[in-house]
């Protein structure tokens, strides 16, 4: 491995570890190499506060006496393109030239359009040397939910279900029934983790009483989001109990009642994936993990809406029951969960 791809492997590391909590920001590591050796590095943390390259410069400047020396005689790696423009902080690209590092390694260009090559522009408009591309790939990938959020205009979207050793999604009564074992179900909540949203149709509510949360797992809940056409879920359910920003997507009224957000669609007969997957973008939100029923999964699938399936396989067979969705995609391999199988497909070639 180049060394230039040795160092963008230690930014996507460093970007990874703001999972779950820079969103609707893209997750950005930074490392500032000088002679050989790494002197500083950062990853944007939390949305709202410092970027990564200003995490990375302000351990040069923490550690080094001439850091101003060191920087004028360094590298930056980023794995995503520097901002060009204020936003909740300064651009990082103004931030590279005010010290005087003389290059600068991109992952890959930043899609959103107030940056876009506008950082990578101004740098070289600084005579900085901008080297764009290494790793571009592994870049874009880690930031799949973000390019997908700009590109597409809505969340990336996961699909997430159980289904019985012979295929079936949920009893025909539609009652309760755990396919899978603990460990699956705590590795579902680390996912919830990692994502803003969660979304359920309204029968799932009814039959499971599901409370949406992390609570087998570290990290904050997302934001739960249920389709409930007429609003016939009781407010005595769990995802009323005002805990997470919960929105009910419904054909009769758009309230707000504390943090549960009644949102009205214009048609309920048609295009009712599309118009949710547009109120979840415009609210900011990048990711959305869709966990049943049936129904709502095969919606979206039949829509061609999902980006990314996971599917579990338990032990145990229903006699008969609701079918579980079928689908058709890149198969990205099979893992062993406790006692459970683990199919991971994407809508496209990873």
């Known amino acids: 491995m180049a060394l230039h791809e040795i160092y963008m492997q230690r930014c996507l590391e460093l970007a990874a570890l703001g999972a779950g909590s820079v969103s609707p920001n893209p997750m950005v590591g930074a490392v500032i190499v000088h002679d050989g050796k790494i ?4 990853y944007h943390q939390r949305y709202g506060e410092a970027h990564a390259e200003v995490n990375a410069v302000n351990m040069v400047i923490n550690r080094f006496d001439n850091h101003a020396d060191l920087m004028k005689d360094a590298t930056i790696y980023v794995s995503l393109e520097p901002c060009a423009h204020y936003g909740k902080t300064p651009p990082c690209a103004d931030l590279i030239i005010k010290h005087r590092i003389p290059q600068v390694v991109v992952g890959c260009r930043d899609p959103f359009p107030q940056v ?5 522009e101004k740098l070289i408009a600084a005579g900085v040397a901008v080297t764009v591309g290494v790793l571009e790939q592994d870049c874009q990938w880690l930031n799949r939910r973000f390019f997908t959020r700009v590109q597409k205009q809505r969340p990336y ?11 079936f999604f949920a009893p025909a009564d539609g009652s309760q029934h755990w396919i899978t074992g603990p460990e699956a179900r705590k590795l579902v909540h680390q996912w919830r983790a990692e994502e803003d949203s969660i979304l359920v149709g309204k029968n799932t ?3 499971d009483d599901p409370q949406l949360n992390t609570r087998y797992a570290e990290g904050k809940s997302p934001k739960r989001v249920v389709i409930d056409r007429r609003l016939e879920l009781s407010t ?23 943090k549960i957000k ?8 048609r295009f009712v994936p599309q118009y949710i997957l547009f109120q979840l973008y415009l609210q900011d939100i990048q990711s959305v993990i869709i966990e049943g029923g049936a129904h709502t999964l095969n919606t979206f699938i039949h829509d061609g809406l999902w980006d990314e399936a996971r599917i579990f396989t338990g032990t145990s067979v229903l006699s008969e029951g609701i079918k579980a969705p079928a689908i058709t995609g890149t198969n990205a391999g099979e893992y062993v969960v ?13």
């Open 116 to 120: 876009d090559g506008k950082g990578i």
């Open 236 to 258: 005595a359910l769990n995802i009323f109990d005002q805990t997470v920003e919960t929105l009910i997507f419904n054909e009769i009224k758009t309230d707000i009642d504390g």
């Open 262 to 269: 009644y949102i009205a669609l214009e048609d309920f007969d």
């Open 338 to 350: 406790g006692a459970d199988s683990l199919q991971i497909f994407y809508n496209q070639p990873k």
């Open 157 to 167: 979207i996961i699909l997430k279900w159980a289904q019985t050793a012979n295929g």
């Open 39 to 42: 002197i500083g590095e950062g």
């Open 205 to 207: 509510v009814m039959a």
